[in-house]
């Protein structure tokens, strides 16, 4: 049997994460993986979270290691949905109230948990014909919804030759070609791998479409609060969708690797979106989901959840990760504008201004394959072959390097 296996490609992104941990060369830089570094280039576990840890470790609660229920941990499902869809926790207005029945929620293994739940979901009790995909999008999606076993189209999304976003595109084949029934896969925000996101008016125009179209919004927020610094803001899509589209479903997976910085604890929601606010429609859409979840990993893990769920529960501890929310985001966004600076002094061939314009975790450079590779090769500077550069591994003390490679790779 093992002799027919299939060749499959490997990851890209972690494979780069191995050959950098196992590159000698000093001033070797990480733009690979999305993960958030210091500007020492370190890993930065968030001092909220720091302090949650040690809160847990004293309370010593006996039953810490215990089964969840199968949908996961509830209050933390609550404090989860709280955040995606705007609600305000315990002061929630009777209409809010009324509005939460239209969610039902599980916990799932993370972004990409959320995302392989409700495609299974969906491809089990929906059966879209197809689903759409930004042209590019996080290569994982593909897998995800390969394996999810709903044929797979994309979208334009990305315009290379201004580096910006191609609405008019992407409008257009949606218009013309996608079918009733249809999953439309939406970045919340931040969008990987390009850092385009649509403005507030073409989101309300993404949203007229899906209505007219009958076409199923799936969300995949990864990363509320770390693009902009506010959970609000960067929640503007999502909420949106809900508050103005009440005769649509949809869906989001919410991940909390990003903005707490919890990458290894895998923790994550899935949030199905009912037309009709009703206990039995939403326990029915969860246990259908629980059934799922019991056949696949029986629940969802509870080490990190209990972190998050501690934050979330107090105002004091959420204005403080409001703050590191705001580090993390504003060394970001003083990297961009670093990098920008070094390139410009160099008077390096070409245009980018759109370094700072784009937004989150990563930037799309325009760099082609061969300059991806020479500066792998030459430079020890890593980075994705379509050209998607980290931000975050960008720092004070590397930024000059990384622009002069770029600028050598880009003349030669
Ligand atoms: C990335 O795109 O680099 C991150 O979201 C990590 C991952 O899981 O791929």
């Not at 390009?194 to 403005?199: A, E, R």
């Not at 008077?347 to 990563?362: C, D």
């Amino acid at each position: 049997v093992l002799a027919t296996l299939a060749p499959v490609p490997s990851d890209e992104i972690f494979d780069l994460n191995r050959a950098y941990a196992r590159d000698t060369f000093p001033q070797k830089v990480s733009l690979g993986v999305g993960v958030y570094r210091t500007d020492e280039g370190k890993p930065w576990p968030l001092p909220v979270v720091e302090k949650v840890e040690k809160k847990l470790l004293e309370e010593n609660d006996p039953s810490r290691h215990e089964y969840t229920a199968i949908e996961g941990d509830i209050p933390f499902l609550e404090l989860a949905r709280d955040l995606m869809f705007g609600f305000d926790g315990k002061n929630a207005s009777a209409e809010q109230e009324e509005a939460k029945k239209r969610i039902a929620s599980v916990q799932a293994v993370a972004g990409t948990g959320a995302n392989h739940l409700g495609g299974l979901f969906l491809a089990t009790h929906m059966k879209p014909k197809n689903v759409w995909l930004s042209d590019p999008s996080w290569a994982n999606h593909m897998t995800l919804w390969e394996m999810a076993g709903v044929p797979r189209k994309t979208y334009p999304y990305y315009e290379p030759k201004t580096r910006s976003l191609d609405f008019t595109g992407m409008m257009a084949t949606l218009e013309a070609e996608a079918q009733e029934g249809d999953v439309v896969l939406l970045h919340a925000c931040a969008h990987n791998p390009t850092g385009l996101d649509p403005t507030k008016e073409q989101w309300m125009e993404i949203a007229d479409l899906c209505e007219r179209k009958q076409l199923f919004p799936f969300f995949d927020s990864a990363y509320q609060g770390f693009a902009s610094g506010s959970v609000v803001e960067d929640a503007w899509a999502v909420r949106y969708f809900f508050q103005h589209k009440p005769h649509m479903e949809m869906c989001v997976a919410q991940s909390f690797s990003k903005n707490f910085g919890l990458y290894g604890q895998r923790v994550g929601a899935f949030h199905y979106v009912t037309t009709v606010a009703g206990v039995d429609i939403r326990d029915t859409v969860v246990n259908n989901l629980c059934h799922l979840i019991r056949g696949e990993f029986s629940m969802g893990p509870r080490g990190g959840c209990s972190i998050v769920k501690k934050v979330l529960t107090s105002d004091e501890l959420t204005a403080e990760w409001y703050e590191d929310l705001k580090v993390m985001s504003s060394r970001i966004k003083a990297m961009r504008q670093a990098l920008y600076k070094e390139l410009v002094k160099l008077q390096t061939p070409g245009t980018w201004e759109h370094i700072v314009n784009q937004n989150g975790m990563f930037s799309y450079t325009g760099l082609t394959p061969a300059q991806v590779t020479a500066l792998k090769e030459k430079y020890h500077v890593y980075l994705l072959q379509s050209g998607r550069a980290s931000i975050s591994g960008l720092s004070e003390k590397n930024v000059a390097y990384v622009a002069q490679a770029i600028d050598d790779v880009v003349r030669n």
